[in-house]
C-alpha cells in the first residue's frame, strides 16, 4: 500500500513528500481506517520526559487531513496524483491530551471519519503509545479547490 | 524586557531556550498581553503559499502556556528561573483557522488570560500577519509539579 502524500506528493511541512526540511507525515488508508506510524525524535520533548504536545497537534492536523483526501477521493473514484484537483484544508483542530507521550517509542495515529456532508470532513484521530491512547483529536476540513 | 522562556529556560521542542533544533518561541509578558513575533521559514509552508498549521498550533500551545505561566507568578511573586517548581502542561488546545496565513512575514501572537481557577488555566490567543488575524486559539493548561 502507498501513502496517501506519496500519491498526491506536495512540499506541506507536515506531509508533503516534496519537503525535505518537513515531518514527512505517511497516511495509510484501509477504506475504513487510515494509520501513521511516527517516531519523534529526543529533541522533539516537552520539556520533561514526553513529546512535545504541537509536534502531536501537527502528526493529527496532517494524518487527519490526508484521511478526507483518501475517504473522498474513494468515495468520488478519483485518482491521488500530483494533478489532483481538489485539495482540504484545516478549519478547526481540536486536541486532548490524555496522558504524557513517552519519548523513544514509535507512535501510531489512527484516524476516521466522523462525518462529510458538502465540502465538510470531519475526522476523529488517535495518538497511541504502545498500545495506550494518550491524545485524542479531532479536526473540521473544508475542501478546495487545488 | 526578557522572554519568560529565557528566563526559565527548558529544552521543549517548541519553546526551550536550550533545544538548538526547537522553535525557540518567545513570549514577552507585559501583565496583561503576552506579545510573541514569529517569522516562518519558505519551507513551513501548507503546500501552497499559506503557513502550515500544525506550525501555528505549535507557536500558540508555547505561547499560551508561557502566558499562564507568567501570569500565575506574577500573580503569586514567584521568581521565573530555571529552579522554578511549577510549570503548566497543556490538556486541550483548539485552533480556528479564520484565514490563510501569509509566509514572508513576521507574525504577531498576542495572548491573555481568560480565566484561572485553581490548577486550571484556559488562555486565548490570536495570530496577526500585517494586522489581519488570521488563526484563534485558545487552551486549558494545567499546573504541575515540577
Chains 1, 2 share one sequence.
Request: hydrophobic letters at 35%; proline letters at 3%.
Amino acid at each position: 500500500m502507498e501513502a496517501i502524500q506519496d500519491q498526491i506528493r506536495s512540499t506541506c511541512y507536515g506531509c508533503g513528500a516534496d519537503n525535505e526540511h518537513g515531518l514527512q507525515v505517511k497516511t495509510f488508508w484501509d477504506g475504513e481506517v487510515a494509520t501513521c506510524r511516527w517516531t519523534p525524535e529526543a529533541y522533539h520533548n516537552s520539556g520533561g520526559p514526553s513529546v512535545y504536545g504541537g509536534l502531536l497537534a501537527s502528526l493529527i492536523d496532517c494524518h487527519c487531513c490526508n484521511t478526507a483526501m483518501a475517504a473522498v477521493c474513494g468515495a468520488e473514484g478519483q485518482e491521488l496524483t500530483p494533478d489532483i484537483k481538489m485539495w482540504y484544508v484545516t478549519a478547526t483542530l481540536t486536541v486532548d491530551y490524555l496522558a504524557p507521550t513517552p519519548l523513544g517509542v514509535e507512535l501510531e495515529l489512527r484516524a476516521s471519519v466522523d462525518k462529510i456532508e458538502g465540502r465538510k470532513a470531519w475526522i476523529n484521530c488517535s495518538v497511541l503509545a504502545e498500545g495506550t491512547e494518550c491524545v485524542r483529536g479531532r479536526g473540521l476540513f473544508v475542501r478546495v479547490k487545488a
